[in-house]
């Protein structure tokens, strides 16, 4: 069992800039780790993800060149860094943690943290 943290949320302007982090409470390494979003009166969506090696990113149109995902697998953390924010990037960011094996499927979400766009 993982237990999944996430912080760097706020207020912030448009055309401005956050950082969101991930921290989990176990090793991370065998997952491959995302962001969704969910705003309100719509249904979560991926932001972005990251396969277990780092090897591979993967994002939603709607922030490709504006967001970027990594993850320091030492530290058991991953991040979104997010820049260009637009008032359509308000939302509720949850960070996720997957693995699918033969004989399990392992998907763990954190509590979220809210990023408002806003002037």
């Known amino acids: 069992q993982v237990q999944l943290v996430e912080s760097g949320g706020g207020l912030v302007q448009p055309g401005g800039s956050l950082r969101l982090s991930c921290a989990a409470s176990?090793?991370?390494?065998?997952?491959?780790m995302g962001w969704y979003r969910q705003a309100p009166g719509k249904q979560r969506e991926l932001v972005a993800t990251?396969?277990?090696?780092?090897?591979?990113?993967n994002y939603a149109d709607s922030v490709k060149g504006r967001f970027t995902i990594s993850r320091d697998d030492a530290k058991n953390t991953v991040y979104l860094e997010m820049n260009s924010l637009k008032p359509e990037d308000t939302a509720l960011y949850y960070c996720?943690?997957?693995?699918?094996?033969?004989?399990?499927?392992?998907?763990?979400w954190g509590q979220g943290t809210q990023v408002t766009v806003s002037s």
């Open positions: 990251i396969t277990s090696g780092g090897d591979s990113t």
């Open positions: 996720n943690g997957y693995r699918r094996s033969t004989w399990r499927t392992e998907d763990y």
């Open positions: 176990g090793s991370i390494f065998i997952y491959a």
